[in-house]
């Protein structure tokens, strides 16, 4: 059974830092793009970070960048998301994504949710004024 696992959130003050994790079971995702999404509350799903298959290409939302750092380890299949400075307003669901489709290094195909084939369950970061 495939599975993506997220864990790592938590309750922290503004300006503080968390970092999430992904860990994939089931099959490789070594060949696999990988992103973060998040839901604030009473809101969609919104993109924040991609790595491509290459383990080198990234791309951010400008809401976060510059603060959040987006990483994987292909040996342990894991994905992080290293959050920095963090604000009230980056409270939400944290979601990791994995999808097997190739659209080169056009990165902003990947900042839709709709190309994602696995999800996992999600970790609440809430952030305290």
């Known amino acids: 059974q495939v599975q993506l696992v997220e864990s790592g959130g938590g309750l922290v003050q503004t300006g503080g830092s968390l970092r999430l994790s992904c860990a994939a079971s089931?099959?490789?995702?070594?060949?696999?793009?990988m992103g973060w999404f998040r839901q604030p509350p009473g809101k969609e799903r919104e993109f924040v970070a991609v790595i491509l298959w290459n383990n080198f290409d990234t791309a951010y939302a400008d809401s976060v960048k510059g603060r959040f750092t987006i990483s994987r380890d292909k040996s342990k299949n894991t994905l992080y998301l290293q959050m920095n400075s963090l604000k009230p307003e980056d409270t939400a669901v944290y979601y990791c994504?994995?999808?097997?489709?190739?659209?080169?290094?056009?990165?902003?195909?990947?900042?839709?949710?709709?190309?994602?084939?696995?999800w996992g369950q999600g970790t609440q970061v809430t952030v305290s004024a």
């Open positions: 994504a994995a999808t097997a489709k190739n659209f080169g290094s056009s990165m902003r195909f990947y900042y839709a949710t709709d190309i994602y084939r696995y």
């Open positions: 089931g099959r490789s995702f070594s060949g696999d793009t």
